[in-house]
């Protein structure tokens, strides 16, 4: 962290987005997590990611649990809607909210202690039930803001600062998500924002629910030699397979590409993410080789990172539940409200 | 690229903007934080140290510094540098002579002498004074000061300020020696004096010949010699209505004079567009406020007389094509138009010249009559006479003269102590940590979000009650300390050492003007085009590092906009990235002494 805001001043020349804001009119406030955390790497992330998407800050919802991840909500979008709920409870508030408001975008940041432990449950079923939402975990392996022990996505061998092992086979989102039957599910790194920032734009546009499993060395208590979270053993073992870069609907595909290699995958509103795969082999579109592939690598030691897995749009929450198409402050009064005749003719069929 | 050679004394000297455009180099950051802590008389004397003539300067720098001043980039108004250097003069203590050097006793046996008492032959004293060198100085007129008294009038500086600046020196012992014009330099350098420094300024001022200029001589009068009779009293009234021809500085000295002298009109006829005057923003803005017109594309065309006596001039009117820099491609008369004068004032340039410097010397003159001198040594083609100020390369300003005294002092010494002229001490760069803590630094870095305070004025219907009413009234201490806050410290630089660093982007995301980016390195064109936010500056260094380690990319910093208020150095994990405020050291007379005594205990 820095003791002092960054300041307002801005670089003159930087660009304007659509609505003629800057990246910086897309900041939060003062960080207060450690200076070099991976966090805040992802919040730089977001905030290129929004005001490349040209998301009117007002329409955005930060959603968050507990933990150094959950506190990032607040240093991107100030102009947003925020929520900072109950240990492992982001999901159910994101649930309530996204059934009140179809028409915002939804972003729920979480660590692998707040989405692994304990909200696994709800983290389970907000996938089940294809909530239209990004959601981001921010994995660090370590419980930091207790100072350090092992999470539920520490790897078996990693050494803590002090010295012991894991011995306990780690949680991993990536394939529960894929197993689960979640339609956009990614892996990424705080380093690489030229792979995280497209992958944030994408999955903010996916149909339903899209995960980024975000590798987000805790600069504290896990970057020490004989970790497998710190910033060098993740170069070192980061192997991305799929690189997506995200196309919004009124852009052309210009680059030249080669086929077989890359693979466009259109959007339902018309954007596109272009695949390119960097590992030839691998086929992010067939979930069960997916998950295959990814479980091969990983016992082999390495990240195969980028948009691992993802597929064509189910129905999502709103179609599951036949909610209105618009959001529900702009249902009329009379619709929304049944009246009390009405109200007493609901209450009848429980009776 | 290659990686950036940060050991080159320019490198970090350069990204102190103002430090690098000051002639003299005057450590500006240093002394506006001594301001801020109210430190003026520290204050003062870093100045003095670099500029010799703070509370002068302070009121009549032509101040390069402020235009190059990196807050002016970021957002329009540069620091008023000037006018905290006269914060400085106007609030220190007023006997600082413990602090000057100290006059050694026995003299070291060479003797100097100095032609005209202006601020270059003045800096020569001051730096050879204190190594023992017995300094005699000639001075045409009653009083020392050369251009800065007889050019500038007093309600921009007034004599008490001028008179206290030179007596510094003077009373180190120089042998001033007024009403004494050198006549022959034959005569002069037959006393045996050790080395000759001709600090004679360029006090010819250009002459208009259109037709009407001899008859009626009586009313037109060439610039700088006006303003010099009226600083020595000899002019005290000019006519109704006065048109200045040109509009540069004098320009606007000359127009602002004759408003304290009677003139009720006064009008500034310019040749060319406003784009392409010559008078500072500033000098302009002065003349403007005190309500003197300035009509542009008029050329001179002829005096109008009537029975022997001026009543006007008349003016071709002039149209101009630009091309898309602005500059003139074409230029014609549509026209002519008369204005009515009762007397007209030539401010269209000045000379130097020397008609006492027989040309049988060895001294080499050019075809244009000036005198060849060495752009670095400042020696003329005779060993032993040196030039400087106005009188070395035609005219500049005071603060260029200073820096040539300083340079000029540093050759006689090695001249006079039989050493070679061009063996000198290189400039350097130290480097001081400011880190006190994890959050805390050795300076204010927090941007302070403050306009430009404007300095007051005295009243327009005070000011022209006497010629010598200072105009401008000078910052409260308050309004200074409020300006001071307004420098961005770029003295305080951003030092990275690429083995500490982790690549974890935290200071690339803190950046609050976006001028970090970790890249793949490439040749200084594709560089500049991929950083976070385009380097289209090209006049501003970019940083380069070694290769990473984690990645073998490389840290990339545009140094144009940096705020240095080190969030990348709180911000970074490693401490690789760190504050460190710049010494630059530019040798003196002094420094080459002391290291020409530390090589060689003889001599000393």
């Given at each position: 962290m820095t003791y002092l805001a960054k300041p307002k001043v801005s670089h003159p020349s930087l660009p304007r987005n659509a609505l003629g804001l800057t990246r910086r009119d897309y900041e939060g406030s003062l960080s207060t997590l450690c200076a070099g955390c991976g966090h805040d790497s992802i919040t730089a992330a977001i905030v290129e990611a929004c005001w490349g998407l040209d998301i009117e800050p007002q329409n955005l919802v930060k959603l968050s649990g507990i933990g150094c991840s959950s506190k990032?909500?607040?240093?991107?979008?100030?102009?947003g809607h925020g929520f900072n709920s109950v240990h492992g409870r982001m999901p159910s508030i994101a649930t309530g909210a996204n059934a009140a408001n179809r028409e915002l975008h939804y972003i729920g940041v979480s660590g692998d202690g707040d989405t692994l432990s304990i909200g696994l449950g709800q983290f389970c079923h907000a996938i089940r039930r294809n909530l239209n939402m990004l959601y981001i975990i921010e994995n660090n392996g370590v419980y930091g803001l207790t100072k350090g022990q092992f999470s539920a996505s520490a790897d078996v061998g990693t050494k803590a600062k002090k010295g012991e092992t894991n011995f306990q086979p780690p949680i991993d989102p990536v394939l529960l998500a894929i197993t689960l039957g979640a339609t956009f599910v990614a892996r990424s790194f705080s380093g690489d924002k030229k792979q995280l920032v497209p992958l944030i734009q994408a999955g903010l546009r996916h149909k339903g629910f899209a995960l980024i499993d975000v590798l987000s060395p805790c600069v504290t208590f896990n970057d020490h030699e004989g970790s497998t979270k710190s910033y060098a053993y993740t170069r070192e073992h980061y192997e991305p397979a799929v690189h997506a870069d995200f196309i919004p609907p009124e852009r052309e595909i210009v680059a030249d590409y080669n086929e077989g290699e890359t693979l466009p995958v259109v959007m339902h509103d018309g954007s596109r993410i272009v695949l390119h795969k960097l590992d030839a082999a691998y086929d992010p579109t067939n979930r069960a080789a997916a998950a295959a592939q990814i479980q091969e690598r990983m016992r082999a030691g390495e990240y195969l990172t980028g948009l691992l897995y993802v597929g064509s749009a189910e129905k999502d929450f709103h179609d599951l539940n036949g909610t209105p198409d618009t959001a529900l402050n702009k249902v009329p009064y009379e619709k929304l409200s049944p009246g009390s005749k009405g109200l007493a003719k609901i209450l009848e069929r429980y009776r | 690229m290659q990686p950036t050679d940060t050991q080159h004394p320019d490198y970090f000297h350069k990204v102190v903007d103002c430090q690098w455009a000051c002639p003299a180099h005057t450590d500006v950051p240093e002394y506006i934080r001594l301001i801020a802590q109210g430190r003026f008389t520290d204050a003062y004397m870093v100045n003095r140290h670099s500029n010799v003539f703070p509370g002068i300067l302070g009121r009549v720098c032509d101040r390069p510094c402020e235009p190059a001043c990196r807050r002016g980039r970021v957002e329009q108004k540069p620091v008023a540098i000037c006018r905290l250097k006269r914060v400085a003069a106007d609030h220190r203590e007023a006997d600082i002579a413990a602090r000057l050097p100290k006059i050694p006793k026995r003299k070291n046996g060479k003797r100097v002498a100095c032609i005209g008492a202006g601020p270059a032959s003045l800096t020569v004293a001051n730096d050879l004074m204190p190594l023992g060198y017995e300094v005699t100085i000639f001075e045409q007129f009653a009083e020392p000061g050369g251009l800065m008294r007889t050019n500038i009038p007093s309600f921009r500086l007034p004599p008490d300020v001028l008179n206290e600046e030179i007596q510094q020196i003077v009373r180190m012992g120089v042998d001033l020696r007024l009403n004494?014009?050198?006549?022959?330099l034959r005569a002069l350098l037959g006393e045996g004096f050790d080395a000759v420094f001709v600090g004679s300024g360029a006090p010819k001022g250009k002459d208009l010949k259109l037709p009407g200029r001899q008859e009626a001589a009586d009313h037109i009068h060439i610039g700088i010699a006006w303003l010099e009779s009226v600083a020595f009293g000899h002019v005290d009234r000019i006519g109704e209505r006065v048109l200045i021809i040109g509009v540069g500085n004098t320009a606007m000295d000359c127009c602002r004079t004759s408003l304290r002298l009677g003139a009720k009109n006064v009008k500034v006829m310019a040749?060319?567009?406003?784009?392409?005057?010559?008078?500072?923003a500033w000098e302009l803005e002065d003349a403007e406020e005190e309500s003197v017109g300035i009509v542009v594309n008029r050329a001179p065309k002829s005096f109008v007389t009537e029975q022997g006596r001026l009543t006007g001039m008349l003016f071709d009117q002039m149209e101009y094509e630009l091309d898309d820099h602005g500059r003139i491609v074409g230029e014609r008369v549509v026209g002519e138009e008369f204005f009515p004068a009762d007397d007209v004032i030539l401010a269209i340039g000045q000379e130097n010249a020397f008609p006492w410097i027989e040309r049988d010397l060895g001294i080499e003159f050019d075809r244009w009559d000036v005198p060849v001198v060495d752009k670095v040594t400042f020696q003329s083609t005779r060993p032993g006479v040196f030039f400087g100020g106005d009188a070395a390369f035609g005219p500049k300003n005071i603060i260029w003269a200073v820096e040539h005294g300083h340079q000029a002092a540093i050759s006689i010494h090695r001249h006079c102590q039989g050493e070679s002229v061009r063996d000198r001490l290189p400039p350097g760069v130290n480097l001081q940590s400011r880190k006190m803590g994890v959050h805390e630094w050795?300076?204010?870095n927090d941007y302070a979000p403050v306009e430009r305070r404007l300095v007051p004025h005295v009243s327009l219907k005070e000011r022209f009650k006497k010629l010598n009413i200072e105009v401008e009234l000078g910052f409260t201490i308050e309004q200074a300390a409020q300006e001071a806050q307004r420098c961005l410290n770029c003295d305080v630089q951003t030092v990275f050492d690429a083995k500490l660093c982790i690549e974890c982007d935290a200071c690339v995301d803190i950046c609050p003007v976006d001028c970090l980016t970790i890249t793949v390195n490439g040749s200084e064109p594709d560089l500049r085009s991929r950083l976070r936010a385009p380097a289209k500056n090209l006049s501003q260094a970019l940083f380069v590092s070694t290769p990473l380690k984690q990645t073998g990319r490389v840290m990339v910093k545009d140094e144009d906009l940096c705020l240095h208020c080190g969030l990348c150095a709180e911000r970074c994990p490693t401490a690789a990235w760190d504050m460190q405020k710049s010494f630059v050291h530019w040798p003196h007379a002094a420094d080459n002494a002391a290291a020409d005594a530390a090589r060689n205990p003889k001599i000393a």
């Open positions: 990032t909500t607040a240093y991107f979008v100030s102009g | 004494h014009p050198v006549t022959s040749r060319k567009p406003r784009a392409f005057f010559k008078a500072s050795a300076y204010a």
